[in-house]
T-cell receptor, first 113, second 112 residues
Framework: GEDVEQSLFLSVREGDSSVINCTYT??????LYWYKQEPGAGLQLLTY?????DMKQDQRLTVLLNKKDKHLSLRIADTQTGDSAIYFC?????????????FGKGTKLSVKP | NAGVTQTPKFRVLKTGQSMTLLCAQDMNHEYMYWYRQDPGMGLRLIHYSVGEGTTAKGEVPDGYNVSRLKKQNFLLGLESAAPSQTSVYFC???????????FGPGTRLTVT
């Protein structure tokens, strides 16, 4: 079945780069997403990438997609304490009457000053 | 636009009690979802709806019922609450043809 795997924790120092990794199983996914959840809040879409792309850059965020290995990563440059949150990777599941998102368990990013 | 709103924000129930969680969106989205979030489990889909008057089961539907009588509202009901339903519940919505979901702020439910 569909499964999205992420490491649960990542700790970095302020100013360093953070790299959050994700593996997915559904090779037919056309979109892959990164969501951010701050403490006590709902999920907020950070960025997404089309499956026909290898890389997408958006200010401090860089998404890399390796379709062969079904590996997705999110790089945050110059990580700030405000980036501390849980980051969810999600793929589209085309089962059922319409596509649903399948979320990973989330990676908790802690940024130390 | 308020986006996606959820009512209530917090609730404590005793085992066996019933309640309804309300989700409302003002973006005219066709699709709406209810998820639960538990520590170490990520987000799991409970039920979803692809339009007014239609609902479908997700990954963990047991113990919950839903209704979508109006396009902008999606209700999640617990008929007889159990401690295993202690969780944070999120509602989300998106427009047809898009998988970009917009999330509400969540409802924290505790069942004692």
């Amino acid at each position: 079945g569909e499964d999205v795997e992420q490491s649960l924790f990542l700790s970095v120092r302020e100013g360093d780069s953070s790299v959050i990794n994700c593996t997915y199983t559904d090779s037919s996914s056309t979109y892959l997403y990164w969501y951010k959840q701050e403490p006590g809040a709902g999920l907020q879409l950070l960025t997404y990438i089309f499956s026909n792309m290898d890389m997408k850059q958006d200010q401090r965020l860089t998404v890399l997609l390796n379709k062969k290995d079904k590996h997705l990563s999110l790089r945050i440059a110059d990580t700030q304490t405000g980036d501390s949150a849980i980051y969810f990777c999600a793929e589209v599941n085309y089962g059922g009457s319409q596509g649903n998102l399948i979320f990973g368990k989330g990676t908790k990013l802690s940024v130390k000053p | 636009n308020a986006g996606v709103t959820q009512t209530p924000k917090f609730r404590v129930l005793k085992t066996g009690q019933s309640m309804t969680l309300l989700c409302a969106q003002d973006m005219n989205h066709e699709y709406m979802y209810w998820y639960r979030q538990d520590p170490g489990m990520g987000l799991r889909l409970i039920h979803y709806s692809v339009g007014e008057g239609t609902t479908a089961k997700g990954e963990v539907p047991d113990g919950y019922n839903v209704s979508r009588l109006k396009k902008q509202n999606f209700l999640l009901g617990l008929e007889s609450a159990a401690p295993s339903q202690t969780s944070v519940y999120f509602c989300a919505s998106n427009s047809a043809g898009s998988y970009e979901q917009y999330f509400g702020p969540g409802t924290r439910l505790t069942v004692t």
